[in-house]
């Protein structure tokens, strides 16, 4: 039975390859993008029933109107993919305050605005799937991608919640954690950097930078094979909560859990003593 999916973040990467897996399993897709010229071309010769709306997330006006069009197209909205972000890399000190309210404004506010858009359709239907995309980096810090890992880290926490929030309604939340997939987000038509250069850094920050530059195209990660594995995931009766993507965000949020369980024991007996009378 075909089902009707809303993609932010259509027009190029994971979600351009997240709405072509839905179209050839014969899904209604609506692909969203800042640029609609973009969205076009990445779907030029791709067959399907496929809408394109032009979507700038960190608009909630924009987010009501993109999901109405949707809804008076398709009549109703099953599969909502949260997929559109960008990275802002670099030390945080490096990342000035409007960087950083705009990195949020994208990768957790334009969440919230499509999520809050869609949920009285999905509330209505009593169904639907929700794909929030994190990351490896939702999980696992990494040095020089602070900001960046602040916003996904926050995107676990919402959609944790939120999962509790609406199953009541028939509707699953899955978090996406993708490791590193061969995209354009290391590039420079994507990812940005910190560009308030601290002296004390300055070594630091070149090693981290030319670590991230080294990933750019040589990511294990395949982006087509996400988008079949979600399609799959959407159809699952019982899907995941969490679902890990790649097998170097396996090893790492794995790695990362068995530290956090190491340190919880080690720290067991003083922080169980904070408990007691008043």
Same mark, same amino acid.
């Given at each position: 039975?075909?089902?009707?999916?809303?993609?932010?973040?259509?027009?190029?990467?994971?979600?351009?390859?997240?709405?072509?897996?839905?179209?050839?399993?014969?899904?209604?897709?609506?692909?969203?993008?800042?640029?609609?010229?973009?969205?076009?071309?990445?779907?030029?010769?791709?067959? !399907?029933?496929?809408?394109?709306?032009?979507?700038?997330?960190?608009?909630?006006?924009?987010?009501?109107?993109?999901?109405?069009?949707?809804?008076?197209?398709?009549?109703?909205?099953?599969?909502?993919?949260?997929?559109?972000?960008?990275?802002?890399?670099?030390?945080?000190?490096?990342?000035?305050?409007?960087?950083?309210?705009?990195?949020?404004?994208?990768?957790?506010?334009?969440?919230?605005? /499509?999520?809050?858009?869609?949920?009285?359709?999905?509330?209505?239907?009593?169904?639907?799937?929700?794909?929030?995309?994190?990351?490896?980096?939702?999980?696992?810090?990494?040095?020089?991608?602070?900001?960046?890992?602040?916003?996904?880290?926050?995107?676990? !926490?919402?959609?944790?919640?939120?999962?509790?929030?609406?199953?009541?309604?028939?509707?699953?939340?899955?978090?996406?954690?993708?490791?590193?997939?061969?995209?354009?987000?290391?590039?420079?038509?994507?990812?940005?950097?910190?560009?308030?250069?601290?002296?004390?850094?300055?070594?630091?920050?070149?090693?981290?930078?030319?670590?991230?530059? !080294?990933?750019?195209?040589?990511?294990?990660?395949?982006?087509?094979?996400?988008?079949?594995?979600?399609?799959?995931?959407?159809?699952?009766?019982?899907?995941?909560?969490?679902? /890990?993507?790649?097998?170097?965000?396996?090893?790492?949020?794995?790695?990362?859990?068995?530290?956090?369980?190491?340190?919880?024991?080690?720290?067991?007996?003083?922080?169980?003593?904070?408990?007691?009378?008043?």
């Amino acid at each position: 039975m075909s089902k009707t999916w809303f993609i932010t973040g259509a027009g190029r990467g994971i979600g351009t390859e997240v709405a072509k897996a839905a179209l050839a399993a014969g899904h209604n897709v609506v692909a969203t993008g800042r640029h609609r010229k973009q969205v076009q071309q990445a779907f030029e010769g791709t067959k !399907g029933q496929l809408l394109i709306i032009e979507l700038d997330v960190t608009s909630p006006e924009r987010a009501d109107f993109a999901v109405d069009a949707a809804v008076t197209h398709f009549g109703g909205i099953d599969v909502l993919v949260n997929n559109a972000g960008y990275g802002q890399i670099g030390l945080f000190e490096e990342n000035g305050a409007d960087d950083i309210e705009r990195q949020f404004a994208t990768n957790v506010f334009g969440m919230f605005h /499509v999520t809050r858009a869609v949920l009285p359709v999905m509330r209505w239907q009593r169904a639907g799937r929700i794909f929030n995309f994190s990351s490896m980096g939702g999980m696992v810090g990494f040095a020089g991608a602070s900001i960046y890992c602040s916003t996904k880290f926050a995107v676990e !926490g919402f959609s944790e919640s939120l999962a509790m929030e609406i199953a009541q309604f028939g509707i699953h939340v899955t978090i996406v954690e993708p490791g590193f997939f061969q995209t354009d987000f290391l590039d420079e038509s994507s990812v940005r950097y910190g560009e308030q250069g601290i002296k004390d850094y300055a070594s630091f920050s070149s090693e981290t930078r030319t670590t991230y530059d !080294g990933y750019s195209y040589k990511q294990a990660g395949n982006p087509a094979k996400l988008g079949s594995a979600l399609v799959e995931l959407a159809a699952s009766r019982e899907p995941p909560l969490r679902y /890990v993507a790649g097998s170097d965000a396996v090893k790492g949020i794995a790695t990362k859990l068995d530290s956090v369980h190491a340190e919880i024991n080690k720290w067991r007996s003083l922080s169980i003593s904070t408990d007691g009378s008043f």
